[in-house]
């Protein structure tokens, strides 16, 4: 599970703050160097620790950094080599390409599911409302850490419940299959692992925007004639598309930046097959001890990422603009 | 026709409901099984209960220093960044300054930093100070990595108090800095609440950094323990399970917390007075 930080913040923010900050009669807001020294230790931490972990990774990818340099402290600079050496190694674009197919495939199930499993909450009874979300949140709430374990367990080779429930099925066999011998086969298991623990996050959320609109609306458009296909395109789709719109790119992201699962579960093997951009560069830099190209990989991998984010940002600003 | 379709919507939602619900299922019934029902080819469904694997799992050399740990590193990271947000949520909330669009920017930014992609670099810079396998590190990386959304969730909560309130307050005599302590603060209480045990499930479940940060086992935290667990272990399932849902409870527990999160209330019950 990824902590949502998204669902965060309530937005609680009332009438006071909207409207634009104009001069109010009888205060002035205070200018002058109060605020300043407010925000001052917020600014120093993050520039200390992220940004200068964003400027030594930029630095370092134009370095020759192996583990004779890591051991006798010294810069050596490579101009763009370590760039030319990823951009030339079939390695990479494996990962490029398969980073993609992973995040897409992750993408559309997540999404697809999860907009079905919302409108069948905004459809059920109270009471099986209540089991499903229960469910929902309950696999939500697991650490990412503890469902990459549990799923190694459910998918083992010899005494894994899902070998077991498909040969007693009539699938004789996957008796004793091991999912962990191909990349393609691991992949398969962390986006079943990544879908099921996100489904819950689009789902509620999904459902709780469905209950903020009117049920009107929908009697209107049902007394007219339309099909229930015909009110979720014309109606539905249209009134949370923004709640769309950011909830795919917050996925893509999320999607995108996944470590833990694919690195917990098969530490990108085997031979290196499952790796996806940030696992490869992890794994480029701690296990070969090539931290220039590792910091190569990890500046291209943000460069995709920031392409993704711009048109996040683009949204939120749309939604958030009488806020700021 | 009505109930053929209540049938197939309520079918639908118990075969979801089961599926969601089986690998946590399966998890907390795995670590209450003798070993025999765990090592076995065909899975019990029915078995009585045992805590042998938590007595196992807990025997384990080292694991009270990581369950010590992983405490320090999330309660320290999380107060630090309560402390620090709520100055500049309050800054950005009610105080007109130059700059504020951007650091409110650079909070949403921030806020979606790609930490994973970091790592190799965080591992770098941490050698350099010679900070490796320091809980003081950790700390301050999951302060860092908990801070924009606390300034941002904050920001949310301290907009929600009325203007009006603070200011009768400093017409009744009190400063700024007193307005806010007597005035804003207690309303803030749900906000601390919510921001603070976000910040909680972000730092316990924390996995990568630790993973190149703090290779020393005495340094290590339960997300840690608990990946290397089996490597350690081999197929000893039942034990892996039992550290597994050990390690859940304290999650579970602050998510049926926040289920409870009750927002905006308190102010609008305080200017309708």
């Known amino acids: 599970m990824t902590v949502h930080i998204e669902d965060a913040p309530p937005d609680v923010s009332g009438a006071t703050s909207k409207g634009p900050p104009k001069r109010r009669t009888g205060r002035r807001l205070p200018t002058g160097w109060v605020p300043y020294l407010l925000i001052l230790p917020s600014i120093a931490a993050l520039v200390a620790v992220l940004g200068w972990a964003l400027v030594q990774n930029l630095i370092i990818s134009f370095q020759e950094f192996g583990r004779r340099q890591l051991i006798s402290r010294t810069t050596e600079w490579a101009g763009l080599d370590n760039y030319r050496t990823i951009l030339e190694d079939e390695r990479f674009w494996d990962a490029v390409v398969r980073t993609f197919f992973f995040m897409a495939a992750n993408v559309v199930l997540i999404m697809g599911l999860g907009t079905l499993i919302g409108l069948l909450l905004h459809a059920l009874g109270k009471k099986m409302r209540l089991v499903l979300a229960i469910s929902l949140v309950a696999a939500w709430a697991m650490p990412v850490t503890v469902s990459t374990t549990v799923f190694r367990w459910l998918f083992d080779q010899q005494l894994g419940v899902v070998n077991w429930a498909l040969s007693s099925i009539g699938f004789s066999s996957y008796e004793e299959h091991n999912w962990f011998s191909s990349g393609a086969s691991t992949l398969a298991i962390v986006t079943i692992l990544i879908v099921w623990a996100s489904v819950p996050f689009v789902a509620l959320n999904l459902y709780a925007g469905l209950t903020t609109i009117s049920g009107e609306i929908f009697e209107a458009a049902r007394m007219d004639g339309a099909s229930n296909w015909r009110l979720f395109w014309s109606i539905l789709a249209p009134i949370m598309r923004p709640f769309f719109m950011i909830t795919t790119f917050l996925e893509i992201i999320w999607v995108f930046k996944a470590f833990a699962q694919i690195y917990a579960l098969n530490a990108g093997g085997p031979n290196r097959e499952s790796e996806t951009l940030p696992v490869m560069a992890y794994v480029e830099g701690m296990s070969q001890s090539q931290y220039g190209s590792a910091a190569a990989i990890s500046v291209l991998t943000l460069v995709i990422l920031l392409v993704a984010m711009s048109f996040y940002f683009r949204l939120i600003f749309k939604q958030e603009r009488e806020q700021l | ?273």
Not at chain 2, 13 to 38: E, R
Not at chain 2, 200 to 217: G, H, Q, R, S, T
Request: proline share 4%.
């Open chain 2, 1 to 273: 026709m009505r109930n053929a379709r209540k049938l197939w919507l309520n079918g639908t939602a118990v075969i979801l409901s089961a599926l969601f619900l089986f690998p946590v299922y399966w998890m907390f019934s795995t670590s209450f099984k003798s070993s025999t029902d765990v090592l076995t080819d065909d899975p019990v469904f029915l078995f009585t209960p045992t805590f042998d694997h938590y007595e196992t799992a807990t025997a384990v050399e080292l694991f009270w220093t990581y369950v010590g740990n992983s405490f320090i590193v999330t309660i320290g990271a999380v107060l630090l960044a309560l402390l620090v947000a709520l100055a500049a949520s309050y800054a950005i909330a009610r105080m007109q300054f130059r700059g504020r669009r951007g650091m409110v920017l650079a909070v949403m930014m921030a806020q979606m930093a790609p930490w994973e992609i970091l790592i190799i670099v965080v591992y770098l810079n941490a050698r350099d100070l010679e900070m490796l396998n320091s809980l003081l590190t950790l700390t301050l990386i999951y302060f860092v990595m908990a801070l924009p959304f606390s300034i941002w969730t904050l920001r949310g909560f301290i907009a929600a108090v009325p203007k009006e309130l603070e200011e009768s307050a400093m017409i009744d005599g009190c400063n700024r800095a007193q307005a806010f302590f007597r005035v804003i603060f207690p309303l803030l209480a749900p906000g601390l609440m919510a921001t603070s045990l976000f910040g909680f499930i972000a730092a316990w479940n924390e996995y990568a950094m630790v993973l190149v940060l703090n290779k020393d086992p005495e340094a290590a935290t339960l997300p840690l323990w608990l990946t290397q667990f089996q490597t350690n272990f081999g197929n000893d399932w039942g034990a892996t399970m039992a550290a597994s849902t050990m390690f859940t409870v304290p999650v579970l527990i602050v998510f049926v917390l926040l289920q409870r999160r009750v927002t905006g209330g308190l102010a609008a019950g305080a200017v309708k007075g």
